[in-house]
């Protein structure tokens, strides 16, 4: 069979371009914790304000017995609720993220943070931030008009100055 030599070099650079790509995926997977999301808990979106997990009282940062510490994230049109929350940096973190309304995603620049938030499942990521700053959170799914303006921010504080949310003993945040 006789291939054209131009043909065969268009051929070698194809399957060069395909290779970088799956080594890029690859390095990503294996060393910067990048993954599909996998966890298909589901959820159901429109009683989100009544669910247990994800009740107003329990939005935020919040540490167990375990001194394991979850931050649950709600994503509406336009922002990320709450507006306001402080983690520490170096340390490992589950984030638990769902949408009240339509398909979002979430980006945090500098972290492994990148997933969609599909309505009536829970996104899970474990993520650390390297170093204390304000971090932006985008939307990187088209959800709106107001898509371009849908980003809040996280503070994350050095890990010996971060300090606990206190729960008080009637379970309510102070
Ligand atoms: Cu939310 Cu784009």
Redesign the pocket.
């Known amino acids: 069979m006789h291939i054209d030599p131009l043909e065969k070099k268009w051929a070698q650079i194809v399957l060069a371009i395909c290779a970088l790509f799956v080594g890029i995926i690859m390095i990503d997977a294996l060393f910067h914790g990048v993954n599909a999301p996998s966890n298909v808990e589901t959820i159901d979106s429109a009683k989100l304000h009544l669910s247990e997990e994800f009740a107003e009282d329990n939005l935020g940062v919040q540490v167990d017995a375990n001194g394991d510490i979850t931050v649950r994230m709600v994503?509406g049109?336009?922002s990320f609720f709450p507006k306001k929350i402080a983690v520490p940096a170096e340390t490992k973190l589950t984030f638990r993220w769902v949408s009240i309304d339509v398909l979002?995603?979430v980006h945090i620049p500098m972290t492994n943070m990148s997933t969609m938030i599909v309505p009536g499942f829970v996104a899970q990521i474990e993520t650390s931030f390297p170093k204390p700053g304000n971090y932006p959170v985008l939307?990187?799914?088209?959800?709106?008009l107001g898509?371009d303006h849908?980003w809040s921010k996280i503070d994350v504080v050095e890990k010996d100055q971060w300090i606990a949310p206190q729960i008080s003993s009637t379970g309510v945040k102070e």
């Open positions: 994503a049109r336009y979002h995603g939307c990187n799914e088209y959800c709106g898509h849908m």
